[in-house]
């Protein structure tokens, strides 16, 4: 009883796809997603460190990546794309060389492409990062979570909930909060269903949040 499981991979090959596309064999297997896993973690390092961001959102909803024998193409998906092409195309080859020199594999190409997203706050991970950022400047939490509710109903979404657990405002016991609006269906496999977890260091210690969405219904 009480066994968990990932929305996301609970869906997958029905309304949920792989974010990493390719293929290896077993003994490279590894190497290639630790690849996936650097690629990744330096792309939002440098959107961190370049992007001077007022709300403190990097708005990286995901991101996709697909490999061929002498091709790596990498899509990141984000909510505010101007944050990023504020420098047009110097900034993209910029973060093309970065990722390449972290990698070492010259032998190989490698492409970032930018796509938008219509409803940035109708995704779980833009939403984390908004409410970690309200977390940080000592916001409330039942406040940031009611805003974070609000932000999504503008995006147009069937039903959200939102989790937070840890030293809540500093309690000397860590307890779980939670709020939910509209549906959100987990062992309905047709429905879809965006799911992130989210930590956030604050004064009183590590938070975590996790963030279900309700898209649509298949």
């Known amino acids: 009883m009480g066994q968990k499981i990932n929305p996301l991979g609970f869906r997958l090959g029905t309304t949920q796809s792989h974010h990493s596309l390719w293929f290896a064999q077993p003994k490279n297997y590894s190497e290639s997603l630790q690849e996936d896993e650097k690629i990744r973690d330096c792309i939002k390092n440098y959107v961190q460190k370049n992007m001077k961001i007022s709300s403190g959102i990097e ?43 972290k990698l070492n594999c010259m032998n190989k190409k490698l492409n970032i492409a930018i796509t938008r997203i219509a409803n940035p706050y109708g995704h779980p991970n833009i939403l984390a990062e908004f409410i970690a950022g309200q977390l940080k400047n000592r916001v409330p939490v039942r406040a940031a979570m009611k805003k974070a509710i609000e932000l999504t109903e503008q995006a147009g979404i069937k039903g959200v909930r939102v989790q937070i657990a840890g030293r809540i405002d500093g309690k000397e016991r860590a307890c779980v909060k939670w709020i939910r609006e509209g549906r959100v269906p987990l062992q309905t496999i047709r429905a879809k269903i965006d799911y992130c977890s989210y930590t956030v260091r604050t004064i009183y210690g590590v938070l975590g949040i996790k963030i279900w969405i309700f898209v649509n219904e298949e």
Do not use: C, H, T, W
């Open 59 to 101: 708005g990286i909803a995901r991101i996709k990546i697909q490999k061929r024998i002498d091709l790596i193409q990498v899509i990141i998906y984000m909510g505010f794309p101007k944050l990023l092409i504020e420098g047009k195309s110097r900034r993209i080859e910029e973060l093309q060389m970065n990722v390449q020199k």
